[in-house]
């Protein structure tokens, strides 16, 4: 543990940091999941909202840094496949 004050408050924030990247994160296969559901049961309808709210999630923790912007391009790529596998 440490001693100095503002190492204490820098583990607090990391810690708040690194489970704020962990809902995005955990968001982001949520919403892939539902994705996938969706397209292997051909429901245009649904794929199409879950496509939505996935690219949505995936921009917005691009920009908070939780993750790469490549990553986020690769993720966004691979949906935009599963996306068009079901049309």
């Known amino acids: 543990m440490a001693n100095i004050a503002s190492q204490k408050k820098r583990i607090l924030r990391a810690e708040r940091e690194r ?3 962990r809902r995005y994160t955990s968001a982001i296969k949520t919403y892939f999941r539902r994705l996938e559901a969706a397209a292997l049961a051909g429901d245009d309808d ?3 909202s879950e496509h ?15 993750l790469h912007r490549n990553n986020g391009a690769r993720k966004k790529s691979r949906a935009a496949r599963v996306r068009a596998g079901s049309s």
């Open 46 to 48: 649904t794929a199409d």
């Open 19 to 21: 489970l704020e990247n």
């Open 52 to 66: 939505r709210d996935l690219i949505k999630t995936i921009d917005k923790a691009v920009k908070r840094g939780a």
